[in-house]
């Protein structure tokens, strides 16, 4: 039977999530596009063949003709939603990050105990990407030897959304990385440092961090959510016997005289679509099986990126290294509770 999957949000994610259920998810149909917004609701239903279009998410969650959801709201409203698709035992995708808060995920997680079965998936669909999977995957073969640093770069063209605040370089875009380091290194964060390098202009200014996981790696990550010329975002592990490094995927290079040029995209939609289409098909077939796919983040994967990202930001305005404080993981997300 079909899977009535209901899309909370009609921006650029939401629209995103809404085609690729209606062009790249044989099993679902796209029941529902819900936005406070009618006529953003009703554009992106058009376009995407949408059955219905809906304003109220609440009501959304418990309509009996929804089996699924994906929530691509603003932040601020992940964690409310998904304890709403909690209560109504529907299985939902949630967009990262689950929340800005550590507490309000640790009320997701207890929430979801409760309830006795894994409903929610986050979406930090980099777990899906191909570039990141080779990478985890020649760190498990043993050919780099013992991991010993991760760089990362994520450079967005331009602010990633109007209302983006200087914080969300923090909350918004390096749980990206704060999460896809912990994916590939299998550990988690103990310490961040944070600097700031200053702009001549009021735009949010690049964040720079240093974080130690707790098995003695030194991880870097750049934000530059202005970088002015695409969006590009690139790693690398260094281990003691090689390194590995991400590669952009690109269809063409132009050649010009004395120049070689390969462009860059404009956002990530195109840079991780692959990822997000495979996020997406694993989420159907979690939603078919009652299965939590093996590498999807949850909600304590949501918690481990908050409670850096909320330690990140004291490290910025304090100016000095600040300490991890991580609760303990619930017997209910280790791995060897769904195996
Ligand atoms: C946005 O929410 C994303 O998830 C993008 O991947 C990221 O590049 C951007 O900085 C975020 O604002």
Redesign the pocket.
Known sequence: MTVRIAVIGAGI?GADHARIVAEDLPGATLQVICDPSVERAGRVADACGALHTATDARAVVDRADVDAVIIASPDSTHATLSLACIGARKPVLCE?PLSQSSRECLEVIAAEIAAGRRLVQLGFMRRFDQSYVEMKAALATGVLGRALMMHNF?R?MEN??AD?TAA?AIT??AP?EFDVARFVLGIDFTAISAFQPKRSDALVAPVFMVLETDDGQLVNIE?N?NAAYG?D?RGELVGEKGSIALNTPSHSRLDLPLAQIIAHAP??RPR?GEAYRRQNRAFLTFVQTGEFPASAADCWDGYAAAIVAETGMRALSRGCRTTVEMAERPSFYRKEHFT
């Open positions: 994610m990262k994520h967005n990633p959304a983006f969300m918004n875009s990206h934000i959510n969006y975002v956002d990530w991780y």
